[in-house]
């Protein structure tokens, strides 16, 4: 089995390594966040999202279905859809007019036929040839995922079986999208990816989750692996115990004597019989979906390059919730997002990593030996590095003997 234990930063500087993880890994046998199926409620509603560098529009077809294309006109390669989402009964480019139907079939090209018998397309040319690309989904109760993959396995099984129960744990009834959050962040895309899957950092890091208790590893839980560790999960249930061992760790998020002027940002609700409070869901490789107390939502991670990604946050609560509880979610949309009060600080963390690594030599590697080598799921401590191993397990496995060149 390859070493998931020492990473080479160069597969953090590299921009050969770069170009080939959008054919592996992007192109390859993974899926994909796209949406949620609510973000396309009726006949042309659509939403332009992306696997990785390449373009997609999600629609909803007038019979109802929600189907996927590459966002990219088959005419000179412009954008069909340019909006993050709209409604419109046709998809329209709008560089020279060429016009799709929802289903993506080309519908007319401007002067195709030339004007007073001259000019025009080939009499060769046959519009059913120059649809939109199709991209394969799949729906998973309401979340709308996606590959450029003819050969992937189906959805569930790629999740595994712990995956797919935590979907449908958050996603047992209808939602309703609250907001969206977005930033860039200047740093290669797999730091982010880590920094998702990494559950000890959250306690040392925030100074937010730890000083006021809301996140802490003296409290229970665990850490989940599905598909060889590409998919995984933490979370952490109730309150925090053993205070004093805690605090005398000197750890800088914990900052005493500090409170707020608004405690009832703190207030919350238990909403699930586990009595999980806190859940970070990723799914390989590049969706988050998380529990923080009240506050869902789903994070797009988007490569913009080798050193600068976006994160797209998709925040939610449910179409039944009542008005208090309403309340709470968007008080505690607050935390996270790009300044959120728990969230700002891994907007800047994976940019000092960059920032550090600049001029490594080709043999210099982060080590992540926080609870052995292992990949397997843990329920005794939080203070494991087995989750961030098993993303480098699926980035060596889809990478192959590009890493060793």
Known sequence: MADTSHIPYRFLQDPALYRIEQERIFQGPTWHYLCLDVEVPEGGSFVTTQIGETPIVVVRDNDGSVRAMVNRCRHKGALVCVEPRGKSPTLRCLYHGWSYHLDGR????????????????????????????PVRIEIFHGVVFGTLSSEVEGLEIYLGPQMCQQLHRVFHKPVQVLGYYHQVL????????????????????????ATFKLN??????????????????????GASLQEGEYDAKELRSVMPDIGLAGPQLLDHRLEYPDGITVAIQSIFPTCV??????????????????DRCE????????ADDDPELRTLRLRQGNLIGPAGYVSMEDGVIGEYVQRGIAGSARDEQALLLMGGSDIASVTDSRANETTVRGFWQGYRTLMGAALDE
Not at 107 to 131: I, Q, S, T, W, Y
Not at 311 to 318: D, E, N, Q
């Open 106 to 133: 080309l519908r007319l090209v401007p002067f195709e036929k030339g004007l007073e018998g001259k000019g025009g397309m080939p009499a060769c040319f046959n519009k059913e040839d120059h649809g939109l690309i």
């Open 186 to 209: 200047h740093h290669n895309w797999k730091l982010y990816a880590e920094n998702a899957r990494d559950s000890y950092h959250a306690t040392i890091l925030h100074a937010f989750y």
């Open 216 to 237: 802490r590893l003296t409290m229970s839980g665990g850490l989940v692996v599905n598909h060889d560790g590409w998919n995984t999960m933490n979370y952490s249930i």
């Open 311 to 318: 994160l797209h946050w998709t925040v939610f609560g449910y």
């Open 289 to 306: 979906h998380q529990q923080i107390y009240n506050t869902l939502a789903l994070r797009q991670l988007v490569p913009l390059g080798l």
